[in-house]
């Protein structure tokens, strides 16, 4: 009994190591050494450097690990925000790898960085020293062959289907990189970090989280885009004003009751807006535009409501920025009151209501404070957690600088394609996805309880506002919630899903007279004139509608940009994971080992892309030309279908085929940035998906049509006719498979989801998974089974737009062939929404939240796909339908007619453009305002005291003397 309880308690400590900063500093290994100067500060340094030397490689070898006892439910306490998963090298070992001297240092030469020092002598030094202190540890692990065994230590091993810690140096060379790993995070970064094993014991979760200081200092690393607090820098906007803008309270009011009310809280308003806006300085009153007589009546009770809130301020709040936070609140909830019962005209409203957008706070680059400057106050800040905190950074951000922090430290994802590292994620947050299972009381202080009582007391709060209830997708007209998308995936995400919804929008009136056309069509023959009369109609529309689609596009997003703080958003320039190189000089930053990879190896391997996408390319034709001599031989029905049929899986077949090789020749040219990387990628994939997509509908429409026709079955006879019932049968069996591939979307990740989590647990694991009690292990396990969707190498955004980008294609492209694409396309959209939302969130692990400005490169490609479709639509009605063909005036005029068609549609195609502006004027007032209400609050008002005349005119005339001749 009493062995089992022992092992039960070092199965309970083995479960939770405690690698904090404290035990670090006992030891002597953290300190801040930027403050050192000097020749002897830099000896003393030294010789620090070479105690910490011995102190690091006991560190690595595991001697300084202690452990807490910190049971299984007191993880719940804590907000982890991201997780790093590792193998148990002590988990069936089944067999071993050894690692040379030379593997293991240049492994930490690419994985590990140096920690940054305002003196470069320093920087390295102190790598150097971490260097020696793992090639030290290293010589210390168990020997194999010539090398160190890789797995297997011993330290956690398993007994009687328990682990337990036997408390001994690691001797294994995994165990090694996951101390350096814990080392870097605490004393390099200075994070929050718990090591916890797996429920079985296969798995070593490092559960990490930040400190605020350690992400100020993040932000004002990356140059972060920062929201600001609207009521302490733009209190203003949210007062009521008339029609010419005018705040209220500074209009000539036609009632006394109202001139005594604004009196007696003037001092107030005066003390809140002495710093907040130049308006205030104005005693003139002006005339009241667009106000009627209940107009002033609401006004009358927003002043009586205000002066009952200010005297809720005195009473409950102290602290500067509480009073503006909760003034803001007063003023929303005082507005609404005033309002209610009147009709539109007669309402109060904000000058964002008259710009008819929502208040839109500014947005600047992040700049730390002093706590006794006013500086560290303007910032907004965020609820964080079910508890109603409010922080700094909301949830988002905090991951998004959290993922760049890391990254200064190691490289996670080179880690991980060496295999040491298993998988690393932020952790989904309940609360934003889900909502609140209970209303935590907040351990916040005095004042801040006080004000939210106050503030619940105005007005309840609804706390049910999460994402899952509020994304609700309908067939028509879908609304999403997209700052809840934002706010919990990233502007990248966002932007996508805005973007899907936009165009399932748009698609509605095209899908609607789509199917109409389409009818007509089936009832009547080609050469019939409503038939080619509609095929006119709609061959203008869709050249229309996609230019304007795509410019209220570009409008949106634009819009969107403003409205995020997005407009300046420029993404970090870090090197890639998996970009690789030899060490030199930094001919820029003067930086002694940066990462240097050769363009003329570069262009070596964009030759091999380029004849390698040639190769597949011609296969693909090959293919095809294979499947048009077998519909020739058989002039039927069934040739027309059946090789229809194979052509559309032949299609994704070759897609799934060449989008694994694209992204084979990309890796291999080693792009340093994210940027050009996923650029080479998008041309890469776009090129071959569209040839391999469109070859076959090219052939039938263009080519067949104008050299040997098509054939048709008539009254047991085969008759030569048009193409277009031809390519109308390929495209809607495309159509169809392009469901199932919607289906497949997310059958395939549910499947692999289940595939993964059986072959990764053991009979141990799913025994103790059968628990009731679920916690937070089981969670992190959960997600640890699902796949990438969204980190620094992987960008499955990317395979989205290019679904979306051949869908564009087919539905434009060949528009009168087939209009009843349009109609299929709209609830393929729908579909997609649906398959898109479930994928998201539940079937990939949680994305990290990256920022963007626009879709970038698919603007540009969707863009030309509907210039292309201009050509094509007008040479189907042209050339393929034989619209001229039954007329002998215009039987040698149809290259005339469709080169004046092509032209007169690409001059309005562009009168168009001209004419919808890239930026609404709203939002180009809002973001002007955003720029001067930045300059004003972070770079200093203007001088106000300076008299008119500064500068006198100086009359007198100076002369000088020159010395010598």
Known sequence: MGKKKDKKKKKQ???????????????????????????????????????????????????????????????????????????????????????????????????????????PHLENLQYNEELQAFILAFESLSPLLEGKKKLGGGRLIIEQGEVVDTQIPIMDFSSLIRNVILYKLVEHLGLKVK????????????????????????????????????SLTDMVSLLPCDKALRPLHLLLSPSPEIDLLYKKIKPFYNKLFENNSDIEKYSFKYEAQG??????????????????????????????????????????????????????????????????????????????????????????????????????????????????????????????????????????????????????????????????????????????????????????????PLSKIRNYFGEKIALYFEFLRLYQVYMLLPGILGLIIFVLQRHYPESSQIVMLMNIVYSIFMAIWSTVFLENWNRREASLAIIWGQTKFEQIEVPRGKFKGEPRRSP?????????????????????????????????????????????????????????????????????????LAKYLTDLENHKTQVKYENSLIVKTFVFQFVNAFNSLFY????????????????????????????????????????????????????????????????????RFSESRVDLRSKIYSQFCKDYYLNRDIDCTLDDYLELAIQYGYVSLFAIAFPLSSTLAFIGLWLEMLTDKTKIIKLVRRPIPFGAKNIGTWKSIFSGISVI????????????????????????????????????????????????????????????????VVSRVLRGKENQNIGEEVEKFDSRIYFTKFKGN
């Open 13 to 119: 400590e083995s479960d939770d190591f405690s690698f904090s900063a404290e035990n670090l500093s006992a030891r002597g290994l953290t300190g801040d050494y930027q403050q050192e100067q000097g020749v002897a500060a830099k000896n003393d340094f030294s010789m620090m450097l070479s105690e910490k030397k011995n102190n690091l490689c006991k560190l690595f070898k595991g001697e300084h690990l202690e452990t807490t006892g910190e049971t299984e439910q007191d993880l719940e306490r804590y907000h982890w925000e991201y997780v790093i998963v590792l193998k148990n090298p002590d988990f069936f070992v089944t067999s071993n790898e050894e690692v040379s001297r030379r593997v293991a240092e240049k492994l930490f030469r690419n994985a590990f960085r140096k920690k940054k020092f305002k003196n």
């Open 291 to 480: 106000m009627t007589i209940a107009s002033w009546k609401a006004y009358e009770k927003f002043l009586e409501s205000i002066k009952i809130g200010i005297d809720l301020i005195k009473s409950t709040v102290k602290s500067k920025h509480n009073k503006y936070f909760m003034f803001k609140k007063i003023i929303k909830d005082s507005l609404e009151k005033a309002n209610i019962g009147l009709s539109g005209k007669d309402k109060l409203k904000t000058m964002w209501e008259r710009l008819h957008i929502k208040p839109c706070p500014p947005y600047a680059e992040y700049r730390r404070g002093n706590k006794e400057d006013e500086l560290s106050s303007l910032w907004r800040l965020h609820e964080t957690d079910e508890t109603g905190e409010r922080s700094l950074f909301k949830s988002m951000d905090r991951i998004r600088l959290l993922s760049t922090y890391l990254e200064t430290a190691f490289d996670l994802n080179f880690l991980e394609l060496k295999g040491y590292v298993a998988g690393h994620f932020p952790l989904h947050s309940k609360w934003q996805i889900k909502g609140r299972s209970v209303i935590i009381p907040a351990n916040h202080e005095l004042e801040e309880v006080q004000m939210k009582n106050a503030i619940q007391g105005l007005k309840p709060i609804v706390y049910e506002t999460h994402l899952l209830k509020l994304w609700k997708t309908s067939l028509f007209f879908q609304e999403i």
């Open 195 to 230: 090591q916890v094993l797996s429920v079985s014991g296969e798995h070593i979760y490092l559960l990490i989280t930040a400190d605020i200081e350690d992400l100020k200092l993040e932000a004002e690393r990356v140059r972060f885009s920062k929201q600001l607090e609207i």
């Open 588 to 660: 820029v930053t003067d930086q002694m080992d940066e990462v240097h990879f050769e363009e003329s190896k570069r262009r070596r391997y964009f030759m091999l892309s380029i004849i390698v996408t040639v190769c597949i390319i011609s296969t693909v034709l090959s293919i095809v030309a294979g499947l048009v001599l077998v519909r020739e031989h058989y002039h039927n029905d069934y040739a027309t279908y059946g090789t229809a049929i194979v052509n559309a899986f032949q299609i994704l077949i070759f897609n799934v085929i060449y989008t694994k």
């Open 869 to 932: 479709a201009i050509f094509t639509n007008t040479a189907l009605f042209c050339f393929t339908a034989g619209t001229f063909t039954a007329q002998e005036s215009m039987r040698n005029k149809d290259v005339v007619v469709f080169g004046c068609v092509v032209v007169l549609l690409l001059m309005f195609r562009g009168q168009i453009q001209l004419w919808i502006p890239d930026v609404p004027e709203n939002y180009e007032t809002v973001q002007a305002r955003h720029e001067y």
């Open 700 to 767: 039938i429409a263009f080519f067949k049509s104008s050299r040997i026709g098509c054939y048709a079955l008539v009254e047991e006879e085969i008759v030569k006719t048009s193409c277009m019932n031809e390519l109308y049968i390929q495209l809607l069996i495309i159509f169809a498979i392009s469901y199932l591939k919607n289906l497949a979307e997310v059958g395939v990740p549910y499947i692999m989801f289940h595939i993964n989590k059986s072959k990764k647990n053991s009979s141990s694991e799913r025994g």
